[in-house]
């Protein structure tokens, strides 16, 4: 099968260390290829533009791809969204001037908005009742307020640095994106198998296997700190009236669960990675 990733920017890296993580094998060549195989499964990878990723995989020149929801969306491509990756996470925001009189998204109504995403902010900005005129420009839509191009901008925000070095301020999002994986509209079984072995490895990654120890009358409420969909595993340990529990728990639960943990009794807590999650 051949699936087509982004060969440059915020994305390439990340998508090829899924690979990576998901034993594809990837053999990435330099900075400059076109496409490489997989040494572990019968892949092609070809290295695209990303905002081209949704026409290839809508065209049937591969048959699956990775790239931004907001490129997805902006491209009105016809295709399926078969896994969220769990990277690439940013929100198309508008923003104005710090020093603009306008405060709120419904204030933009009437005025001019530049952006690299037309079709998107139009659709985004309808859904909301937002009548405005939009500036369609290819690059640096920072800086068409202060140049007088636009009273506004519609872009992708991460951090909100870009924003802030360029004294403005955002107005709220109207769109969450992050990297997903795509498929044709009727995606074959080869596209829905590369999409569960993906799956096992973001579902992993943001999972911790939890291992402690406690004794027998803390379980209730150790039960009640590691909820979820498994049940903990628990094991007797030699110790009378003690025991090892096991259980999957969110990664970013980990913070706030430990201290939790401890003051419930338990001790001798570890925390694994967890590899592959198949459901
Ligand atoms: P790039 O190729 O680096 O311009 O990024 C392409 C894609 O990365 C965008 O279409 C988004 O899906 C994603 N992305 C994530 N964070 C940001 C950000 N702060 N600015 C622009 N793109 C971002």
Redesign the pocket.
């Known amino acids: 099968m051949r699936i087509a990733i982004?060969a440059?920017?915020?994305?390439r890296e990340p998508t090829v260390a899924l690979l990576q993580d998901a034993g594809l094998g990837p053999e990435v060549p330099g900075e400059r290829a076109l496409a490489f195989p997989c040494r572990n499964a019968p892949v092609e990878v070809l290295l695209v533009r990303?905002?081209d990723v949704p026409e290839y995989v809508q065209d049937g020149v591969v048959d699956c791809g990775v790239?931004?929801?907001?490129?997805v969306r902006e491209r009105g491509a016809s295709v399926s969204e078969l896994l969220r990756l769990d990277f690439?996470?940013?929100t198309l925001d508008a923003a104005v001037l710090q020093e603009s009189p306008v405060r709120a998204l419904d204030d933009l109504a009437g005025l001019r908005i530049a952006t690299v995403f037309p079709r998107l902010a139009r659709e985004l900005l309808d859904e909301r009742g937002i009548d405005a005129e939009l500036v369609d420009v290819t690059g640096s839509v920072e800086v068409a307020p202060r140049l007088g191009l636009a009273d506004a901008i519609i872009d992708?925000?991460?951090?909100g640095n870009?924003l802030r070095t360029n004294g403005l301020r955002s107005l709220g999002s109207l769109f969450s994106?992050?990297?997903i994986l795509i498929g044709a509209r009727e995606p074959d079984d080869a596209a829905l198998h590369l999409a569960r072995v993906l799956r096992s490895v973001v579902d992993a990654r943001g999972t911790r296997y939890l291992m402690m120890n406690a004794p027998e009358s803390a379980l209730p409420l150790l039960c009640e700190l590691v909820p979820g969909s498994a049940a903990p595993s628990v094991l007797p340990l030699s110790e009378p009236g003690m025991v090892a529990v096991h259980a999957l728990v969110p990664a970013a639960d980990v913070w706030s669960l430990l201290p939790e943990l401890e003051a419930a009794g338990a001790s001798s807590i570890l925390l694994v990675p967890v590899e592959r999650m198949v459901a």
């Not at 992708?156 to 951090?159: G, K, N, R, Y």
Request: hydrophobic share 35%; charged share 15%; net charge neutral.
């Open positions: 982004p440059r920017g915020r994305l990303a905002a790239t931004g929801a907001d490129l690439g996470s940013c992708l925000v991460s951090s870009t994106s992050e990297a």
